[in-house]
């Protein structure tokens, strides 16, 4: 499994993610103090009445919306090129070492955000009035919110990889009004901010440890390192998940990590407790058995899966195996495979000694059957040896 197929166990949860996302895009330092700026550009606190006030935020939120959601059409249409070489590990390792480059820039290692100059000029595009509003918002969308650049990447890469145009562009809208929000706010009921301060400079380093547990997420599909054997049980996932948090905490308090080397520890710990916990429940999802656990389980298995109307997967394997080791390193981790694969119980058998496999009619490793969601056994698409994503998806289409 990776990253795509992660936030794909639960779609409200990549909305939820990105609406966040967009909200705290708002609060980061690049963007936070023109908020103020930009709306008495284009006219919002001027107005006379609450309504137009509203109308003159809300069409500067439509302009921010209309560019995002146009990036995430694109995204999601000209993603296909980009779904099928995730599987290469060069790819990956270079996706992964671009999600550590936007966290070093969110951790202040260097800056990413184009000049005041540029910024100045930018967000006086349009002046005032609603067309004024509408334009500012287009441009701001992506130019005059330099901050957006790391969290913006970051979203397009995984919305190109579902390649599904309603779902990318929505995705791209949601996180548009998350970003929006302060600005509609202000412009329409004359909220008074927060004064600016290192309270920013947090939420900047929490999008820089939100993007190096991504990059570790990718990684784990090239460095075994990065996928290591880890329980799967919920007290684990809850043990982990909740340091990982309480890490977070910790760097995010002042009084508590004004060291910068109990920030970088923090910060560290929060990664690897976050990852193991995210691997655990990633791996919990592959049912896995030995031989001898699988034969006398195999029919009460199968009789669930159809209780369900799920069809089913059973991948023979074995720890000698290097074709089976291609499979779970290069075939499965595939993004469109991953996507495929959660319609599916799927299940994985340790049969070193080939006996559960003789039941299937299979004779060599790695063997891979189907049943449909009906629990008929389709031996025609019985697979030996290696698959690459290309052979496997349209096998996997195919099976309902």
């Given at each position: 499994m990776d990253f795509t197929a992660a936030l794909n166990h639960s779609v409200w949860l990549a909305y939820v993610a990105v609406f966040a996302g967009g909200l705290l895009t708002a609060l980061t330092p690049c963007v936070f103090p023109l908020i103020p700026i930009t709306v008495s550009i284009f006219g919002a606190q001027k107005a006379l009445a609450k309504s137009e006030s509203a109308l003159l935020s809300g069409l500067y939120v439509c302009g921010i919306a209309v560019m995002y959601t146009a990036l995430g059409l694109l995204a999601a249409s000209t993603g296909k090129a980009f779904g099928s070489v995730m599987g290469n590990p060069w790819i990956i390792s270079a996706v992964a070492a671009l999600f550590i480059t936007f966290a070093f820039a969110m951790f202040g290692l260097f800056d990413l955000a184009p000049g005041s100059g540029l910024l100045t000029r930018l967000s006086r595009v349009g002046g005032e009035g609603r067309f004024g509003a509408f334009a500012m918002g287009i441009v701001a969308g992506v130019i005059a919110a330099p901050c957006t650049g790391p969290i913006l990447a970051s979203v397009l890469t995984y919305v190109a990889t579902t390649q599904r145009l309603i779902f990318g562009g929505s995705l791209l809208f949601f996180y548009a009004i998350g970003m929006g929000l302060p600005f509609f706010l202000v412009g329409t009921f004359a909220i008074s901010l927060p004064k600016p301060g290192t309270w920013m400079e947090t939420i900047k380093g929490i999008f820089g440890i939100l993007m190096l547990i991504v990059a570790a997420y990718?990684?784990?599909?090239?460095?075994?390192?990065?996928?290591?054997?880890?329980?799967?049980?919920?007290?684990?996932?809850?043990?982990?998940?909740?340091?990982?948090?309480?890490?977070?905490?910790?760097?995010?308090?002042?009084?508590?990590?004004?060291?910068?080397?109990?920030?970088?520890?923090?910060?560290?710990?929060?990664?690897?407790?976050?990852?193991?916990?995210?691997?655990?429940?990633?791996?919990?999802?592959?049912?896995?058995?030995?031989?001898?656990?699988?034969?006398?389980?195999?029919?009460?298995?199968?009789?669930?899966?159809?209780?369900?109307?799920?069809?089913?997967?059973?991948?023979?394997?074995?720890?000698?195996?290097?074709?089976?080791?291609?499979?779970?390193?290069?075939?499965?981790?595939?993004?469109?495979?991953?996507?495929?694969?959660?319609?599916?119980?799927?299940?994985?058998?340790n049969d070193g000694e080939s006996t559960a496999v003789q039941q299937y009619g299979g004779v060599g490793l790695p063997y891979v059957v189907f049943f449909d969601s009906q629990g008929r056994f389709l031996k025609d698409r019985t697979l030996t040896g290696f698959q690459t994503p290309q052979e496997l998806l349209p096998i996997l289409q195919n099976i309902n």
């Open positions: 990718f990684l784990k599909d090239v460095f075994s390192i990065f996928d290591p054997h880890v329980p799967t049980t919920s007290t684990f996932r809850l043990f982990t998940g909740t340091a990982a948090a309480l890490c977070l905490i910790a760097f995010s308090l002042r009084a508590v990590s004004k060291s910068k080397l109990v920030k970088a520890l923090g910060a560290a710990s929060c990664v690897v407790l976050a990852h193991v916990a995210i691997t655990s429940a990633v791996h919990s999802e592959i049912a896995a058995f030995s031989a001898e656990q699988w034969l006398p389980q195999s029919q009460r298995i199968l009789a669930d899966a159809v209780a369900a109307h799920k069809p089913v997967i059973i991948d023979f394997g074995a720890d000698w195996c290097a074709a089976c080791k291609e499979l779970e390193t290069k075939t499965y981790p595939s993004p469109r495979i991953a996507v495929e694969l959660k319609r599916f119980l799927f299940i994985k058998v």
